[in-house]
């Protein structure tokens, strides 16, 4: 199925230069678009394979078009922010060749008498939804999938396959929730009595608000006693651990690998690169941005970029390095007591 430049301009907004009625079939890179694509320029280092690409049509911003219109031999759509254009456009086409699953519960499925479906949700092959959960509309719950006893999903939520969501919890509207992961598992909570831990239930919930992506074999843990809070539009990667008890602003991105330790609390509109670390019962502010393999080690209070970490060196020159940094507290002691004496020495040989 194709779509009309002028249709999707329609849609989408932008400036059209060139034919409306031209039709694309999808979405290409650079320099593999043919003459049924529509591809897009979103960094001025590509202009040169932008200018010689065969796509049909390309997604620019007004800066880049100024430079490379005359160059380029299709239609244009011009527009401020050409990369979330072409998310926008990549979801348009996306949906035309999207097959739904068909509404109702696979034979094999096991759904308590109580639970609350609605018609039009599908429930997959193996999967479980236990006694008082809530399926809303338009929910596709994939195979092996398991909801726990009153747990909430909300409409046009997808699940895929082997997800489990334990009882309680709750997730807003339109969530994606990839493969393996695991939402409302225990928090890691004990007390130590003389060596010996001692459990801590937790019994708490996970609340998570609407348009979240969860990646595959993340996990976020419930609270101890109030609730782990994942406010609207956060986006997590893969393979991310959120302990009991934290709270995640709306629209904070991490990238894969990222761990969260209890009770942080990180404000909106934050991004976190892959295998960054918090420390438990920290405050970040918002938009804050954490570098890829940084330690947050104490509370962020202002906004703005924060990394924390040795830059990579050769083996050798890092335990060089490394020798160093051991022998600093003796140096910082050595320098200490050369000021000491040379106050000292100063001040005796001062003229009276």
């Known amino acids: 199925m194709g779509t009309r430049l002028g249709e999707l301009v329609e849609r989408l907004g932008g400036q059209l230069a060139g034919e409306p009625n031209l039709e694309v079939t999808g979405i290409a890179p650079l320099q593999e678009a043919g003459a049924s694509h529509i591809s897009f320029l979103s960094n001025s280092k590509f202009r040169q394979q ?64 109580d639970a609350s479906v609605d018609p039009s949700a599908s429930i997959g092959p193996n999967a479980v939804v236990e006694s008082g959960a809530r399926i809303g509309a338009g929910v596709v719950i994939g195979p092996g999938c398991v909801i726990g006893r009153g747990a909430v999903i909300g409409p046009d939520c997808h699940l895929f396959a082997n997800v489990t969501f334990h009882a309680r919890c709750q997730i807003g509207a339109r969530g994606i929730i990839h493969s393996g992961a695991v939402i409302g598992t225990d928090g890691f909570g004990f007390a130590n009595e003389g060596g010996v831990y001692i459990k801590i239930p937790q019994t708490g919930r996970v609340m998570i608000g609407a348009d979240v992506d969860i990646g595959a074999n993340t996990t976020i843990d419930r609270g101890a006693l109030a609730d782990t809070v994942i406010e609207d539009g956060v986006k997590l990667d893969n393979q991310i651990q959120i302990a009991h008890n934290c709270r995640i602003g709306a629209h904070t991105a ?9 009770s942080a609390v990180i404000g909106k509109y934050c991004t976190f690169g892959g295998a960054a670390m918090v420390l438990g019962h ?37 335990e060089k390095s490394a020798a160093i940094v051991r022998n600093l507290d003796g140096l910082r002691d050595k320098v200490r007591a050369l000021e000491k004496t040379i106050k000292t020495l100063t001040t005796h040989q001062e003229p009276k």
């Open 50 to 113: 932008a200018a010689a690409s065969g796509a049909a049509a390309l997604i620019l911003s007004p800066a880049d078009d100024a430079i490379i219109k005359d160059q380029f031999g299709g239609a244009r759509i011009v527009t401020p922010n050409p990369y979330a254009y072409f998310a926008r456009a990549a979801q348009l086409f996306a949906a035309q060749g999207e097959i739904k699953p068909a509404p109702g519960a696979h034979p094999s499925a096991c759904v308590a008498p």
């Open 254 to 262: 991490m990238a894969g690998c990222v761990g969260v330790a209890g």
């Open 282 to 318: 920290l405050t970040i502010a918002d938009r804050v941005h954490v570098s890829s393999g940084s330690m947050v080690s104490r509370s962020i209070l202002e906004p703005g970029q924060y990394t924390g970490f040795y830059p990579l060196a050769k083996n050798a020159d890092w």
